[in-house]
T-cell receptor, first 112, second 115 residues
Framework: ETGVTQTPRHLVMGMTNKKSLKCEQH?????MYWYKQSAKKPLELMFV???????ENNSVPSRFSPECPNSSHLFLHLHTLQPEDSALYLC???????????FGPGTRLTVL | GQQLNQSPQSMFIQEGEDVSMNCTSS?????WLWYKQDPGEGPVLLIA?????ELTSNGRLTAQFGITRKDSFLNISASIPSDVGIYFC???????????????FGKGTLLTVNP
């Protein structure tokens, strides 16, 4: 694997389900990010981890819970989501926070 | 907060034509990035600019960092069908510590190329 990978690529869940999104970067970076991409809106930064420490939580509802067990892996745990949470969730990584960010292919999430 | 205005929102062109798009900001950045996103994929970094006035090329793509540090331009020459996608600009104010690493994204320019 190369670059930034995300699984699953597509996810459909009910509002009472619990699911997790996974991101893995193979670039040797030490900062990782979760973004939300909705139609007609700019990318929204959700969380930032630097050296496995969360350094940014952009007023994201608690039904989204990130986890960064090491510098290569990032998870987004989802529970009791709302239909308006349906979007493309993108993971990105960078060498350090001040450097260019490289994105994964995203997980297309649909909440029914 | 910072906002980026990216224009045009969409473009329909014929194969072989040149394309220009731009981003303007209400505040200065010291880094400009241009990404392309294909349907169902994540954004891919095309060009990074680090200095006011800088002009950088990547194949048929050329981008410029505006002198005022509040704008950037992307040109695509001799477009081909695979240029189809959404092009995003992103501004960054790099600095030590704090929040000086965040990317501020434009809403994107949707490019359609007719063969």
């Amino acid at each position: 694997e190369t670059g930034v990978t995300q699984t699953p690529r597509h996810l459909v869940m009910g509002m009472t389900n619990k699911k997790s999104l996974k991101c893995e970067q193979h670039l040797g970076h030490n900062a990782m990010y979760w973004y939300k991409q909705s139609a007609k809106k700019p990318l929204e930064l959700m969380f930032v981890y630097s050296l496995e420490e969360r350094v940014e939580n952009n007023s994201v509802p608690s039904r989204f819970s990130p986890e960064c067990p090491n510098s290569s892996h990032l998870f987004l745990h989802l529970h009791t989501l709302q239909p308006e949470d349906s979007a493309l969730y993108l993971c990105a990584s960078s060498q350090e926070r001040a450097y260019e960010q490289f994105f994964g292919p995203g997980t297309r999430l649909t909440v029914l | 907060g910072q906002q980026l205005n990216q224009s045009p929102q969409s473009m329909f062109i014929q194969e072989g034509e040149d394309v220009s798009m731009n981003c303007t900001s209400s505040s200065i950045f010291n880094t400009w990035l241009w990404y392309k996103q294909d349907p169902g994929e994540g954004p891919v970094l095309l060009i990074a600019l680090y200095k006011a006035g800088e002009l950088t090329s990547n194949g048929r793509l050329t981008a410029q960092f505006g002198i005022t540090r509040k704008d950037s331009f992307l040109n695509i020459s001799a477009s081909i069908p695979s240029d189809v996608g959404i092009y995003f600009c992103a501004g960054q104010l790099r600095g030590s510590g704090g929040s000086n690493y965040k990317l501020t994204f434009g809403k994107g320019t949707l490019l359609t190329v007719n063969p």
